[in-house]
Nanobody
Framework: QVQLVESGGELVQPGGSLRLSCKAS????????MWWVRQGPGKGLEWVAG????????LYIDVVKGRFTISRDNAKEMLYLQMTSLKFEDTAVYYC????????RGQGTQVTVSS
């Protein structure tokens, strides 16, 4: 079955950086547009970034443009999110997902930005 396993989240200070990873299995990863979505405290799910099957066609929400970079390695079935210049408001559980709404997503990894 479809499995998406995220890792890399941790406590980081404002201005810091993190790299999230997601290992995919159970489907043809290289055929799918993939997403990172997040859910902040008391908030709903929001998509953060997306990437085309071939690693092209990236999309970002405005608040992360220039700070986050989504990438993938189809041979390893891995999805990544490089996050820099982290802000308090980036605190959230981050999920990799097969869709922009996060309907098919992993268990998530917690990112906490705090001083």
């Amino acid at each position: 079955q479809v499995q998406l396993v995220e890792s890399g989240g941790e406590l980081v200070q404002p201005g810091g950086s993190l790299r999230l990873s997601c290992k995919a299995s159970g489907f043809t990863f290289g055929d799918d547009y993939m997403w990172w979505v997040r859910q902040g405290p008391g908030k709903g799910l929001e998509w953060v970034a997306g990437i085309g099957a071939a690693g092209d066609g990236t999309l970002y929400i405005d608040v992360v443009k220039g700070r986050f970079t989504i990438s993938r390695d189809n041979a390893k079935e891995m999805l990544y999110l490089q996050m820099t210049s982290l802000k308090f408001e980036d605190t959230a559980v981050y999920y990799c997902s097969r869709d922009r709404r996060g309907l098919v997503r992993g268990q998530g990894t917690q990112v906490t930005v705090s001083s």
